[in-house]
Each structure stands twice: as structure tokens, then as C-alpha cells.
């Protein structure tokens, strides 16, 4: 099963907003609402900021929204602070034999 | 507090088993949809998803990997091990347990543990 599919790497300057799109198939992303992105800084564990397409937990900012269309699924960080430089995954439930699916990873890097 | 931690051997030689701990503490592995996954990490590479245990003792496997992979969970003791067969150096890499709350359609895993590196050379 492929990885679901996000860009190497986006830029920004502090206060800017980006986006980070994952793509799938109707198999996981477009046919299921359990898509979820995570923070991982160097040498940490992944960091859940969004499940269920949309939802954040209660300690993740609001700077952190998220959306899906279609087959596709999109982060967006506001107001990019420099503790925002970190990798970022989108992670899907897939109704294949393999359950969970992970992106390739984002590389957001803060100019 | 939920917390889950990881433990096993530090390195391991082509073709052992190796076997992994995750001991966790704050919920209960039988409680309504708790379960948990192992989640691997190549260095500089993507999270690899690999199996996950359900409430209801429930397993599933990566595809992939499932000719490799056994997990089972210990609920007296508070534990799920993962034991992986054939070991080989493209298995090396960080192992984290994590939490998904889930009945079924597990994708948000909102609790891991530091990791534990495993390494595969001879």
C-alpha cells in the first residue's frame, strides 16, 4: 500500500500562513472521516494536532485548522511561529488489509 | 495521565526475532475502544504503521509486513508486545507504541511513547 502523498517541504515567514495538502484515494482519505495530522519535532514523538478531518485536541491552538475535499486533506497553520518548524504527517484510515496509512512527510521550515 | 513506554533490545543481528514492550499506564487495554499500535520510523523517513490490538483483543497488520509480525497484549500487566521475526538492516529504526481510541476506524493516535531505536547489523 503507497503512502499517502504530501509535499517535501513548504515555507514560510513568521506570522504567514501555510498549507499542506495529503492526498490518498477513496480507499482511505476520500472515503472515511478518520484523517489526522501530527507534529513531530527532531528526536520527539509524533504530536497529534488534528483528528477526524477537523477536530484538535483541547491543548492544540487554533493557529492549527484543517479540512478535507474530495480525496484530498489540507493543513493549515496561521500565524507560523518559530516553534511551528517541524516535520508534518497526515496519517488516514484505509479499508485495504493495512489499517492505518501515513503520509510522506512535510518539512515546514520558518524564514 | 496517559503514558506508554517501549523496551527491548538496542540491537539485534540479521534473522533474530525481536521482541517489543510497551508498558502503559492511565487507561486500561480492555477499556471501551482502547487500543494500541506499534509505529515504526526509518532514520529521516515517514512513520510506518505495523499492527494494533483493540479493546476486544481484535489484531491487524500491515500487509506488508504481517508474515513478520505478532501482537498480543498482556491486560493483568498492562502490556502490548510486538515480536518481529526475520530481523533485517532495513528494520532498523525508532519503535513507538501509541494510543488510538477507536472501535474501528483507527487513524488518530493521541498518546506515544518516547520510542526505543533498534538497530539491525551484524
Known amino acids: 500500500q503507497s503512502a499517502l502523498t504530501q509535499p517535501a517541504s513548504v515555507s514560510g515567514s513568521p506570522g504567514q500562513p501555510v498549507t499542506i495538502s495529503c492526498t490518498g484515494s477513496?480507499?482511505?482519505?476520500?472515503?472515511?472521516?478518520?484523517v489526522s495530522w501530527y507534529q513531530q519535532h527532531p528526536g520527539k514523538a509524533p504530536k497529534l494536532l488534528i483528528f477526524?478531518?477537523?477536530h484538535r485536541p483541547s491543548e492544540i491552538s487554533d493557529r492549527f485548522s484543517a479540512s478535507k475535499s474530495g480525496t484530498t486533506a489540507s493543513l493549515t497553520i496561521s500565524g507560523l511561529q518559530p516553534e511551528d518548524e517541524a516535520d508534518y504527517y497526515c496519517?488516514?484510515?484505509?479499508?485495504?488489509?493495512?489499517?492505518?496509512?501515513f503520509g510522506g512527510g512535510t518539512k515546514v521550515t520558518v524564514l | 495521565q496517559v503514558t506508554l513506554k517501549e523496551s527491548g533490545p538496542v540491537l539485534v543481528k540479521p534473522t533474530d526475532t525481536l521482541t517489543l514492550t510497551c508498558s502503559v499506564s492511565?487507561?486500561?487495554?480492555?477499556?471501551?475502544?482502547?487500543?494500541v499500535s506499534w509505529i515504526r520510523q526509518p532514520p529521516g523517513k515517514a512513520p510506518q504503521w505495523l499492527a494494533h490490538?483493540?479493546?476486544?483483543?481484535?489484531?491487524?497488520?500491515s500487509a506488508s509486513l504481517k508474515s513478520r509480525l505478532t501482537i498480543f497484549k498482556d491486560t493483568s500487566k498492562s502490556q502490548v508486545v510486538l515480536v518481529m521475526t526475520n530481523m533485517d538492516p532495513a528494520d532498523t529504526g525508532t519503535y513507538f507504541c501509541?494510543?488510538?481510541?477507536?472501535?474501528?476506524?483507527?487513524?488518530?493516535?493521541?498518546?506515544f511513547g518516547e520510542g526505543t531505536v533498534v538497530t539491525v547489523s551484524s
Open positions: 496519517s488516514s484510515y484505509t479499508d485495504t488489509s493495512t489499517l492505518v496509512l
Open positions: 477513496w480507499n482511505d482519505v476520500g472515503g472515511y472521516g478518520q
Open positions: 477526524d478531518v477537523y
Open positions: 492511565g487507561f486500561s487495554l480492555s477499556g471501551p475502544r482502547m487500543g
Open positions: 490490538i483493540f479493546s476486544n483483543d481484535e489484531k491487524s497488520y
Open positions: 501509541a494510543r488510538a481510541v477507536a472501535a474501528t476506524y483507527v487513524s488518530a493516535f493521541d498518546n
